[in-house]
């Protein structure tokens, strides 16, 4: 028998997979007493998971539903093994990233833009470029959309979502430049140490690393100012992997466009520049996060529970204080 502790107001439809050796222990989200659970599914509400963590004991493994870690792993004892929800966020992430690139390229924000002002400026109509390029560049920009196809696409983080996205873009007829901590082959995935060497060659850069210490601020000031002229950003990844205040200062001065989920702060708060910088598409943090994605966390986090149970290894142990 094994207690998994799940958040009080869970949907018992999510439950189902369970297997007949869980006791399923529902934990109150104002309890003040302890509860005894050896295997916590975390509740999706990031703020009170640490507090609801502390009134919890003789818990062995901790199962988050989310691929980033980087809030957990902080406050949790070393003596608990932390998995984290690699695998589930592929489909909903990568087929954010897709829809972002192509509203970004198609220029489905400033088209929205428009039928809010219940305006119809076709080609004829449109003035000026996209980026606002004054001088020799004037032009480059004026265009109602641009095709994907032939495009470069750079994808910063080659691992879970990375590949799914590539799966998905393959059948525009993109080329795909890798880049993950360490270098391998097949496909050929390029060490971090060659990220700038690779950045002027994108016409698409996503970001979609974890957020450590290595990746903070990964893409600053000068990896903005290495990409191409009307380059387009995407982070699916976390706000402090790229720098703000440096992506703001590019926005401004028309020289990339970005499609973001994610952003420092979170939320952005009324007024922050990000809001308004041109050519930035921003959604608040919803890339991982459908109907059909949480129905795929409890899955997984059915076979977890039946692994822990079988005594086999469980997936995606990101801290292993064994069990
Ligand atoms: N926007 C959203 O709603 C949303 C949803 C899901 C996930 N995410 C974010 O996406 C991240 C990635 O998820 P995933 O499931 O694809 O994780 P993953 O499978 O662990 O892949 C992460 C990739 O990042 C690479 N990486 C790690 N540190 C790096 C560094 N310092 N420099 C360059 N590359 C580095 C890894 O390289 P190696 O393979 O060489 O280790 C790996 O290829 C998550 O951590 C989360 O922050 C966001």
């Not at 870690?69 to 003596?79: G, S």
């Not at 966020?89 to 897709?98: N, P, R």
């Not at 470029?129 to 994907?148: I, M, N, R, S």
């Amino acid at each position: 028998m094994v207690r998994v502790g799940v958040d009080e107001k869970l949907s018992e439809e999510l439950l189902v997979d369970f297997p007949q050796g869980a006791e399923i222990v529902r934990i109150p989200r104002k309890g003040t007493g302890m509860v005894d659970v050896d295997f916590w599914i975390l509740p999706f509400a990031r703020k009170s998971a640490q507090e609801t963590f502390s009134h919890l004991r003789g818990v062995r493994v901790v199962q988050s539903m989310m691929a980033g870690v980087d809030w957990i792993a902080p406050w949790l004892p070393k003596d608990v093994v932390l998995c984290d929800g690699r695998g589930i966020h592929d489909i909903s992430a990568s087929e954010w990233v897709v829809g972002a690139i192509l509203a970004s390229l198609k220029r489905f924000p400033l088209y929205r833009d428009m039928q809010l002002r219940q305006e119809w400026k076709g080609q004829a109509a449109e003035r000026g470029g996209f980026l606002g390029e004054t001088g020799a560049q004037v032009g480059l920009y004026k265009v109602l959309g641009e095709d994907l196809a032939g495009k470069t696409v750079l994808i910063v983080g080659y691992g879970s979502i990375g590949a799914a996205i590539e799966a998905r873009l393959a059948p525009f007829g993109v080329r795909i430049l890798r880049v993950a901590r360490s270098a391998r082959t097949e496909p050929v995935v390029s060490a971090v140490g060659e990220l700038r060497r690779l950045l002027p060659e994108a016409d698409v850069v996503v970001a979609v690393v974890p957020l450590t210490e290595e990746t903070r601020g990964l893409i600053g000031a000068e990896e903005i100012g290495l990409m191409k002229r009307g380059a387009l950003l995407v982070n699916a990844a976390r706000g402090q992997v790229v720098a703000t205040d440096a992506l703001v200062e590019a926005l401004e001065q028309h020289r990339i466009r970005a499609a973001l989920d994610v952003t420092d702060p979170e939320p952005l708060p009324a007024g922050h520049p990000l809001w308004l910088a041109p050519n930035c598409m921003i959604t608040p943090h919803v890339g991982g996060s459908t109907p059909e994605f949480i129905h795929r966390a409890f899955r997984f986090g059915a076979a977890q529970v039946r692994r822990y149970l079988a005594g086999e290894p469980l997936e995606n142990v990101v801290l292993d204080a064994g069990y």
